[in-house]
């Protein structure tokens, strides 16, 4: 099992950037693909990025195309989020997880094919 802890929220202004971070502890986090979700009040998780165990394939939702980088540096056991550009609707709790069902690509996207939760870092943007 590995533990993840998200941190890098806050309180932003819409077009500010912020960087989530996603620290990982426990069995080596290298050897999984791993994503970020968000969750917004009164709304589903939802998939925001993911990136796979060797860097080399990112995934990501149409909403934050061209706006987000996901990254990774599995020497540090951690992966970022880097958020350009925000907007009042990226607003949520966002959390890390380890994919751990599913090799296809259409696997990445869906928020039951990841474990081993984070608690969350509140993200606001406003306008």
């Known amino acids: 099992q590995v533990q993840l802890v998200e941190s890098g929220g806050g309180l932003v202004q819409a077009g500010d950037s912020l960087t989530l971070s996603c620290a990982a502890s426990g069995r080596s986090f290298g050897r999984n693909a791993a994503g970020w979700f968000r969750q917004a009040p009164g709304k589903e998780r939802e998939f925001v990025a993911a990136i796979s165990e060797s860097r080399d394939t990112t995934y990501y939702a149409d909403s934050v195309k061209g706006r987000f980088t996901i990254s990774r540096d599995n020497a540090k056991n951690t992966m970022y989020l880097q958020m350009n550009t925000l907007k009042p609707e990226d607003t949520a709790v966002y959390y890390c997880?380890?994919?751990?069902?599913?090799?296809?690509?259409?696997?990445?996207?869906?928020?039951?094919?990841?474990?081993?939760w984070g608690q969350g870092t509140q993200v606001t943007v406003s306008s």
């Open positions: 997880a380890r994919k751990i069902i599913g090799w296809s690509s259409d696997t990445y996207y869906n928020t039951k094919n990841y474990g081993d």
